[in-house]
Every structure is written in structure tokens, then in C-alpha cells.
């Protein structure tokens, strides 16, 4: 991962945690053990009520082992109307 980390310092990245937040910033810093260094960054929290919320972090250290999934982030593709989906009801099995 270290090698595609380079590729990508100073330009913007959307990282997913292992609990699921969302970060978005631009990459200024990363070490051996994954740790990154955003700037600029902010959160985008999505709910089932209301459209996308963003909020800001500024200068933001991800820990390595919080890491889930890094990549390029591209703002001309995101669409800020996106929900999350409602839960689907549970599923019940039916005895027999």
C-alpha cells in the first residue's frame, strides 16, 4: 500500500474506518505503518432524513489500524442527495 500512498500525497482521498466514518481530505503525510496525515478534511455523515452532512476536521490523523479502505476521491462524481436506505425488516423463518 505504501507505494500507491505516494502516488497519491497531495491530492484528495476518501478513507472508510473500520467503524464505518467516512473522511475525506487531501494527503499530506503517511509513515510504514499506514498512519495518515489529512488536510482539509472533513467527514460526510449520511442519514435515512436528510441529504448529505459534512463535517469539518481541518488537519486529521487516521491511525493505520483504523484503516478499512483508502482511495482516490473524485467531487465531480459525488451526489450530495444521496440516503442511506431504510433497514429491511428482519426475516423470520417459518416453522414448520
Known sequence: ???TLKEWKDKT???VTCDGRIIIGKLIGH???QNLIL???H???YSEDTDVEE???GLYLVRGDNLC???EFDAAKMD???RVPEPLPHIYQQQM
Request: glycine content about 4%; hydrophobic content about 50%.
Open 80 to 82: 450530495d442527495t444521496i
Open 31 to 33: 509513515d510504514q505503518v
Open 43 to 45: 467527514e460526510r455523515i
Open 55 to 57: 463535517m469539518p476536521l
Open 13 to 15: 482521498i476518501c478513507v
Open 1 to 3: 500500500m505504501a507505494s
Open 39 to 41: 488536510n482539509e478534511a
Open 69 to 71: 479502505v483508502v482511495g
